[in-house]
């Protein structure tokens, strides 16, 4: 099993062009399938996206942008119990940057920007900048899925595989766990030269599942919102539910290796969910609506935490110096 494993590496190695191509190939195939299951849909999705309410989807920007300006704390909270600091727009930065280069097809585009932004802002453990992605997405993942199980006690008639979802959650949950992760972590970081990872405490582990719990459901508000601009009228009950649904479409996304960014996979999990609480054509319209608020919002961020907030970081900088002389 090592050899082949070590042979499929040598191979995606030496013929990175030929690996693009197959990712690409399998997400036309894919996006082909789900656009043809999908079709009948596309005639509303277009009615109720021409009718789009710009103040909800605006509203609901806002709303996606509060998600990832909290998520980026929890990230900060990983590194400061490794005695790591970084300011808060350095994080972001960092965070964006590797948001954004996960549209660029292969796996390695993101724990990479992530590793340079993290050592222009002046840390240069990549291991430790690597693991922290590893915890955050993991922990960030089972939050996911609980505030999903949760919400399913008072939204009915979800066609959901909750038995390999809950699995799924409960094998990441027995991975994170310290006696678990730590050694498992170290021995693959000496083996790459690097020194054994520094302890990450449990009871820092159990509010991060609490904090990231609570950041799905302010993504859950940023769907509810884009639901509301296309003419559907979930709930408010529906927002911790559609918290999941976003959640779901995360860890699609990631498991999705061959498309850039999950595209594809990622909406079509969404859509499937979330005509529990929507129509056919509503959810397809707020699907498509979601990943442009996403990128959109993605890439404002990274301009304001790339330049507004790195003058501002600057400035502190200066005045800390000036002090000192």
């Not at 922290?132 to 595989?161: N, T």
């Not at 999950?262 to 498509?288: C, D, F, I, K, W």
Request: proline fraction near 4%.
């Amino acid at each position: 099993m090592g050899s082949r494993l070590n042979s499929l590496r040598r191979f995606a190695s030496a013929h990175p062009r030929a690996i693009i191509a197959a990712e690409l190939a399998l997400l036309a195939v894919f996006l082909g399938s789900v656009g043809w299951a999908v079709r009948g849909s596309f005639h509303a999705a277009a009615d109720d996206l021409r009718n789009a309410d710009p103040v909800l989807f605006v509203l609901a920007c806002v709303a996606v942008a509060a998600y990832y300006l909290v998520f980026v704390l929890g990230w900060m909270r990983i590194l400061a119990d490794w005695n790591i600091h970084l300011s808060y727009p350095a994080a972001l930065r960092a965070e964006m940057v590797s948001m954004l280069a996960k549209y660029i097809p292969g796996g390695v585009w993101t724990p990479a920007a992530r590793v340079v932004a993290a050592r222009r802002a002046g840390v240069h453990d990549a291991a430790l900048v690597t693991a922290s992605m590893l915890l955050e997405a993991g922990i960030s993942a089972v939050a996911g899925v609980i505030v999903f199980v949760v919400s399913l006690a008072w939204v009915k008639g979800v066609d959901a595989p909750l038995a390999p979802l809950v699995a799924f959650g409960v094998v990441v949950a027995v991975l994170l766990h310290p006696r678990v992760f730590r050694p498992l972590a170290s021995k693959v970081l000496k083996k790459l030269g690097h020194h054994d990872l520094p302890p990450l405490r449990g009871s820092t582990m159990l509010v991060l599942l609490v904090f990231y719990s609570g950041t799905w459901i302010v993504g859950g508000t940023g769907l509810w919102l884009l639901l509301r601009s296309v003419g559907a009228h979930p709930s408010v009950s529906t927002i911790v539910f559609l918290g999941g649904v976003g959640a779901v479409g995360a860890i699609v996304a990631v498991l999705s290796f061959f498309a850039p960014s999950g595209l594809g996979p990622r909406e079509a999990s969404m859509y499937g969910l979330m005509l529990a609480v929507s129509s056919q054509g509503a959810a397809l319209g707020a699907t498509v609506l979601n990943r442009v608020a996403i990128t959109l919002v993605e890439v404002l961020l990274l301009v304001v935490g790339g330049l507004l907030l790195r003058t501002h970081d600057d400035e502190h900088e200066l005045e800390a110096v000036e002090a000192h002389s």
